[in-house]
């Protein structure tokens, strides 16, 4: 039981560093803990991407125009099968201007040499406010 609090853990950490430069407009948090294999599902778009080489061309195109103030993520839970790792969280970034933005995420991960990869990520828009 401990050992998978330490995964729990470690998993969160992953996210949040990730989108810690995120917020200053560096992807590259997330292409770093991304498996080869990834799959990318985001609402802008109207296919799937199907791996970190495509991954990769896609966010150089967002490289620098991401930027936010400070973000949450607001009940992250973790579920650990084996060595899968499943992260889901409801997200708000806080810019400048405006309200914040929100997103509901879905990260699965992959122990792979006791490092955790993402092997696919899906990102949804949040319509209703949070209570």
């Known amino acids: 039981m401990g050992e998978q609090l330490t995964d729990e853990h470690e998993v969160v950490a992953l996210e949040r560093a990730a989108l810690e430069r995120w ?12 498996a ?30 991401v930027s936010f103030e400070r973000f949450e993520l607001i009940n992250p839970q973790v579920q650990v099968v084996g060595d899968a790792a499943i992260l889901t969280f409801n997200y708000a970034s806080y810019g400048a201007a405006g309200g914040p933005s929100r997103w509901n995420c879905t990260e699965v991960f992959r122990r792979e040499a006791d490092v955790w990869r993402i092997i696919q990520t899906h990102w949804s828009y949040t319509i209703a406010k949070r209570a």
């Open 23 to 34: 917020g200053k407009g560096d992807p590259g948090g997330f292409l770093e803990i991304c």
């Open 36 to 65: 080869p294999d990834v799959v990318y599902f985001d609402p802008s778009l109207e296919r799937r991407i199907d791996g970190l080489a495509a991954l990769t061309r896609y966010y150089e195109g967002l490289w620098g125009t």
